[in-house]
């Protein structure tokens, strides 16, 4: 079994680009969600969510948007780039609280 | 609301000393709470959650609904032990609540 890859590993956007982050999970969980990772706040959720067809947002959903056709996957879009948005994110797919995560993107916005 | 509260950024000890990181937690219901880690290069991975009282590598937490406490404990830390540690809380929609995590330094 994969778990759930993340792509891509690296990225470098001016500001104003768009681009999606891909996230696809084979354990057939329900729940998915997108966090970012910067230093000294943690991890902050963006967006989840809990089914197929079913998104929400997070703690920080402004700049991001998501979607949820398939069980399976759950890409993150940027709609125009910020350097604000300069940050690791990583996907995660969970059941009851044990989440599994991604490799990991480490975006980097100019 | 619901936070979690890690309020050390990082912890540096010497390898063999005792080991505590500190989680403490504000949610209205029932808690379940984890740990997570992230080695160097590695992902982000479940090191323990609270309903299965078990020891991982040494590290044990125990709930202090009390003191709304979470905290991680290893009587004698490795240097493979270093790491950044995560607290986390699940809440009543699935939702993971994190903390800011804190870098444990495990000096030879």
């Known amino acids: 079994n994969a778990g759930v890859t993340q792509t891509p590993k690296f990225q470098v956007l001016k500001t104003g680009q768009s681009m999606t982050l891909q996230c696809a999970q084979d354990?057939?969980?329900?729940?998915m969600s997108w966090y970012r990772q910067d230093p000294g706040m943690g991890l902050r959720l963006i967006h989840y969510?809990?089914?197929?067809?079913?998104?929400d947002q997070g703690e920080v959903p402004n700049g991001y948007n998501v979607s949820r056709s398939t069980t399976e996957d759950f890409p993150l879009r940027l709609l125009s780039a910020a350097p604000s948005q300069t940050s690791v994110y990583f996907c995660?797919?969970?059941?009851?609280?044990?989440?599994?995560f991604g490799q990991g993107t480490r975006l980097t916005v100019v | 609301a619901q936070r979690v509260t890690q309020p050390e950024k990082l912890l540096s000890v010497f390898k063999g000393a005792p080991v505590e990181l500190k989680c403490n937690y504000s949610?209205?219901?029932?808690?379940?709470l984890f740990w997570y880690v992230q080695y160097s290069r590695q992902r982000l991975q479940l090191l323990l959650r609270?309903?299965s009282r078990e020891s991982i590598k040494g590290f044990t937490a125990d709930l202090n609904k009390g003191e709304t406490s979470f905290h991680l404990k290893k009587p004698f830390a490795q240097e493979e032990d270093s790491a950044m540690y995560y607290c986390a809380l699940k809440d009543n929609t699935g939702k993971l609540i994190f903390g800011q995590g804190t870098t444990l330094q495990v000096k030879p």
């Open positions: 969510s809990v089914g197929a067809g079913i998104t």
């Open positions: 995660a797919s969970s059941y009851g609280g044990l989440a599994f």
């Open positions: 949610y209205s219901g029932s808690p379940e």
């Open positions: 609270h309903i």
């Open positions: 354990m057939n969980h329900e729940y």
